[in-house]
């Protein structure tokens, strides 16, 4: 499995993200809807992409215990999107989850890019 695949589907998650996140804010619920369910299907590539990656430490590599936390931050930050677009129409407090945001998103970089080897090959 090429890192670039993985790469595309975050990239490409943030982005549908940030654009139904935009939608609903501007009470257009209609796009933010359709945006939303694209979303959810790209987190299903995010997780087989994810889940390729993840398989070969599982081989006694002594970075097997970074790995799994890379992983779990991953779904966590899937966990994050979601708990945001699905708040955000109903007025719910997202601050909580924007703090959230922003810690899940610094341990995947610094896993991902900087401890974890396989970066941008
Ligand atoms: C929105 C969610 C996610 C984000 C933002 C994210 C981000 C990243 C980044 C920045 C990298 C390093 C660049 C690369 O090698 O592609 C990476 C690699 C990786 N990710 Fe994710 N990821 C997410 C979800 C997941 C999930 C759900 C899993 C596992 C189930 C996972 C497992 C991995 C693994 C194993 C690597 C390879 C690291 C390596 O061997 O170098 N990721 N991810």
Same mark, same amino acid.
């Given at each position: 499995m090429n890192t670039h695949m993985h790469i595309t589907a975050w990239a490409l998650g943030f982005i549908l993200f940030a654009i139904a996140y935009v939608m609903y804010k501007q009470g257009k619920m209609k796009p933010g809807k359709i945006t939303h369910m694209i979303l959810r299907l790209d987190y299903l590539f995010i997780l087989y992409t994810g889940g390729s990656l993840i398989? +070969?430490?599982?081989?006694?590599? +002594?970075?097997m215990p970074e790995a799994i936390v890379k992983g779990l931050a991953g779904i966590w930050m899937i966990a994050i999107m979601e708990m945001l677009l699905v708040r955000l129409p109903k007025q719910k407090p997202l601050k909580g989850l924007w703090v959230q945001f922003v810690i899940a998103i610094i341990i995947l970089l610094a896993l991902g890019f900087f401890r974890l080897p396989m970066g941008l090959n």
């Open positions: 398989t +070969p430490y599982f081989n006694g590599s +002594p970075l």
